[in-house]
């Protein structure tokens, strides 16, 4: 075993580097000069200075939970974070000076997570601070919902909620309020949040070796921020399924949480737990505002997506809901400038959001949907039958490219030629398949809908060139010579707008050694389907070329020599195959065609 691959220097140096960035990040931030005890952070504007004139806004934990809670600290929410070492509470002395700090007349409100340590040292510079003269309230925040009853004595935890009880006390202190009113809105806040979450693979500490106790099949739901054991661990499941078991958890009527009745208004805030992409967190949100609605008959007033809380690189989420009366969404919506609030949330959120029809072409042209026609003839047959060939040939190397571009380009190439591969199947029906040239275009047209990224931009102009010097037959039955000239035109479009040329390794690797065998072929009298057949043998041979080439276009470009030349390009070999797919149809079409 061996130690987790971080980008870090040395792991005890991690908590104050991480303040040393946010310095050079933020001018509205500063710091004390206490390292490594005493790691401090507070509004640049408040101290030094005169006495601040407002209550000071003060919370804090551990490290690891980054952005939480140094990245809240600015005007209209935090006015200091106090910092311990990772996933240990900050020190007393760390606590107290960062009161001494900011705190003017007004007093100061200590936002504390419900943990054993932040609760003692918290607790103990609170009662320090007040021998001292400051005046010091203290708000604790225990939104766990995944600790049952029978163990409540021990105290629910303080997860994400707490980055919401930190806006509407921010805000209640920036509006002027006394310690007793902000102070008592932050109390409400904290009384009506509740959190549950959820992870796929445990937390590794900086310097340590990682172990994975979920195994690859399980996750774990109900667990901490610190990388302790949840409540259960079960199957992984679909993200929808995971959300519906946390927000059942959250709004439990047994169990009574979080006792929001049908009909009330609420926020949701979706947590990344520091590994998990934003894509993840988006979906999860979008599953959780209708699950919300028409399950629980709730209004969703306000979403929150993003990493607010962490537990280091943990790959999972929170989701938390909080009670959204008019006061406390004045305090989410009012202006702060603590760097990582989303700021784009605040004003009221539609109910629905209805999609916005695509604008319509400009062209006074009205274009006809096409159809299949009833009945087929010899030319429709057998282009249908290469279609199928091509599209079926594609989607049986899904995997095989997936593997050979996870090694030299973004690992997706397979699935993308999926993707075009069964729409292409599925729009076949649509297809006017006795105009051979109609029914290239609508190839393109289907591809460029349905494959993402370069490579259906490529194949697209790739079709819709060929379809144009298709068309400039004057016949409706279309000769091999027809479509060598068909094909040369779209290695020309492909070239001329993708900028690759032969030996950039890409696609027109196998497909300009097919048209140059192609037309010798021809020119010599060769029968059209056993040219066809050759010129595939020269675009499979093309594409395994590719891997003596140095990549001049595309992400390859970017990969190391010798790993390109440990597998052919995926695209080249993926255009030879379904070429070669082809060929094999129109030499093997049945009799009767």
Known sequence: MSLAKKLINDPNDVETEFIDGLMETYPSLQFLDGYPSVKVVFRADVYPGP???????????????????AGFVGEGMLTAAICGDVFASPTVDAILAGIRTVTGPMGCLLIIKNYTGDRLNFG????????????????????????????????????AGTILVHKVAGAAADAGLSLADVAAEARYASENVGTMGVALKACTLPGRIFTDRFGPTKMEVG????GEPGAHVTDIQ???????????????????????????????????????????????????????????????????????????????????????????LQRLDAETKAPYWPVGVSGNRLPAKIPVPIPRSRSTKIVEPQSQPPKLTEQGQLLEQVIVAAATALIQLKDTLNEWD??????????????????????????????AAETVGEIGSTIGKSMGGT??????????????????????????????????????????YGGA????????????????????????????????????????????????????????????QETQSSVPDPGAYATASWYRAAALAVKNKPKSI
């Not at 601040?52 to 804090?60: E, L, N, P, R």
């Not at 225990?142 to 600790?147: A, K, N, P, V």
């Not at 090694?407 to 105009?435: F, I, Q």
């Open 51 to 69: 006495p601040y004139d407002k209550v000071a806004v003060i919370s804090g934990g551990g490290s690891g939970h980054e952005p939480a809670h």
């Open 124 to 159: 103990l510079a609170a009662e320090q601070a007040k021998s001292e003269g400051y005046k010091v309230e203290s708000v604790i925040v225990e939104d766990d919902c995944s600790i049952p009853p029978p163990l409540e004595m021990a105290g629910r935890r303080g997860l």
């Open 223 to 226: 667990l901490g921020i610190h």
């Open 238 to 328: 679909p993200v929808e399924a995971v959300v519906s078991q946390l927000l059942n958890q959250i709004l439990s009527k047994e169990i009574n949480y979080l006792p929001i009745p049908r009909g009330e208004r609420v926020v949701l805030m979706v947590n990344g737990l520091g590994g998990t992409p934003l894509m993840e967190l988006m979906i999860a949100a979008g599953k959780a505002v209708p699950q919300l609605m028409v399950e629980h008959g709730l209004a969703v007033e306000r979403v929150y997506t993003g990493s607010f809380m962490t537990s280091l690189d943990m790959e999972g989420l929170s989701i938390s809901i909080m009670r959204a009366d008019r006061s406390i």
């Open 406 to 435: 996870t090694k030299v380009g973004d690992g997706d190439c397979g699935s993308t030629m999926y993707k075009g591969a069964t729409a292409v199947l599925g729009d076949m029906k649509n297809y006017p398949l006795n105009d």
């Open 455 to 496: 490579s259906g931009i490529i194949y697209s102009i790739l079709c819709k060139a060929a379809c144009a010097q298709l068309k400039t037959s004057s016949h409706s039955v279309i000769t091999s010579k027809q479509w060598a000239k068909a094909l040369a035109a779209a290695i020309e479009a492909v070239s001329k």
């Open 501 to 560: 040329k032969v030996g950039y390794r890409t696609l027109l690797d196998a497909l300009i050694p097919a048209l140059s065998s192609l037309e010798e072929r021809l020119y010599s009298g060769d029968d059209p389907a056993t040219a066809f057949l050759t010129s595939s043998q020269a675009a499979l041979n093309g594409a395994e070329s590719t891997k003596t080439m140095r990549a001049k276009a595309g992400r390859t470009l970017y990969v190391p």
